[in-house]
């Protein structure tokens, strides 16, 4: 079987769950081509929305929220116009590839199906894979042939919304296989050159190191004690990474900065905890390696609801600024709070989600 993934690159979360579906259909024989979304749109358009994106994901989280709270209560949304006009495009490389079926990890490329589908007479199987734990604007739109969904709790918001029961698939986001295969604390700290550290944090903001990461990294450093280790991943964000640099150049012993990295998954499994933003994927990969999580509320938007299931359901700890975040590590360090009680209440979140979707789409 020949499956389009269709992404959208707008930050690494979604072209990460692409990858990690990429991984499970190859190694069960088929073949595959991820694509981005945006490509198939005016290339002006593309950039406004990816640069427009990320300008605002990173620099002005407030506007962000503003945005995503304006698609929730008007739609059909400007996305949804663009998206309609890259349809036919779309269909043109869906034929080239010969794609025998299609899912989609961002909701662009799900409307631009469901355009194709109502239409224009496409028939091919389609799929949505929701990667926040919430049901995102727009989504009741959609002609698709399933929803996988986060969790099994999420499935009366998008009922809610006018979705059929029999569409919804409490699935999990899809992560690579890395984070979900079992691996020692000290086994992964041996492979990162971690000798004789007592615990280790690991601040990570995203591929694109949004939020007040350097203030917190401030903030964590003070903390620690002689043995401890702090690792801040600053992702692609280059400016971060020679600021970081800078400031902590006489403390590597304590503190160690990093850029982008394709070990993520090693860092996690090294980790005591993992101070990071609420992205649907990196929670994922956190509820994969089994790393306690202690959230920065650093960009509002589906991340707050991302980060408001994992904390209603005593998953992970909030911090809402970086003076907040004191007590909490202070009581973390001190033994006062058990980060692995966040661990063991995770019983309920489905695990292997990328072999479970590959598995929805062969059966199909």
């Known amino acids: 079987m020949k499956v389009a993934i269709l992404s959208c690159n707008t930050g690494g979360g979604h072209n990460t ?61 400007l996305f949804m116009e663009q998206s309609i006009k890259a349809a036919l495009p779309l269909y043109h490389e869906l034929q080239r590839q010969k794609a025998d079926a299609v899912l989609c990890v961002h909701l662009f490329p799900a409307m631009m199906m469901t355009e194709l589908r109502q239409n224009h007479g496409v028939t ?52 690579r296989q890395a984070f979900s295969q079992p691996m020692s604390r000290e086994t992964a700290r041996q492979t990162l050159d971690m000798p004789g550290k007592n615990r280790v944090l690991v601040l990570a903001c995203g591929s694109m190191g949004a939020g007040p990461v350097r203030e917190v990294a401030h903030t964590i450093a003070g903390l620690l004690h002689k ?28 503190v160690r900065v990093v850029g982008f990295t394709k070990q993520m998954d090693l860092y996690m499994h090294a980790a005591d905890l993992l101070i990071t933003k609420a992205g649907g994927l990196t929670t994922a990969e956190a509820l994969a390696a089994q790393v306690p999580l202690l959230y920065l509320d650093a960009v509002p938007g589906c991340e707050t ?36 009680t966040m661990v063991q209440r995770r019983t309920s979140f489905p695990h292997h989600s990328a072999e479970t979707i590959c598995d929805l789409l062969c059966k199909a």
């Open 17 to 77: 769950a692409a990858a990690s579906l990429a991984e499970v259909l190859a190694q069960r024989g088929h073949s595959c081509c991820i694509c981005n979304a945006l490509e198939f749109m005016p290339k002006t358009t593309a950039q406004v929305i990816s640069k427009g994106h990320n300008f605002a994901y990173r620099h002005t989280p407030k506007l962000f929220g503003m945005g995503y709270r304006f698609e929730e209560k008007y739609q059909p949304s």
């Open 124 to 175: 091919l199987p389609t799929w949505f894979i929701s990667t926040d734990f919430t049901c995102y604007p727009g989504v009741s739109d959609l002609d698709v042939d399933g929803i996988c969904m986060p969790h099994q709790e999420l499935r009366q918001s998008f009922t809610d919304a006018g979705i059929p029961s029999h569409l919804l698939y409490a699935t999990g986001i899809p992560v």
């Open 227 to 254: 043995e401890d280790l702090l690792v801040t991943i600053c992702g692609n964000n280059q400016r971060l990474k020679q600021q970081m640099d800078a400031d902590f150049w006489h403390n590597q012993e304590q």
């Open 305 to 340: 609801y991302n980060l408001d299931f994992m904390v209603n359901h005593g998953c992970a700890l909030m911090s809402h600024d970086e003076k907040d975040i004191s007590p909490l590590l202070m009581g973390i360090l001190s033994g006062a709070i058990d980060p692995q």
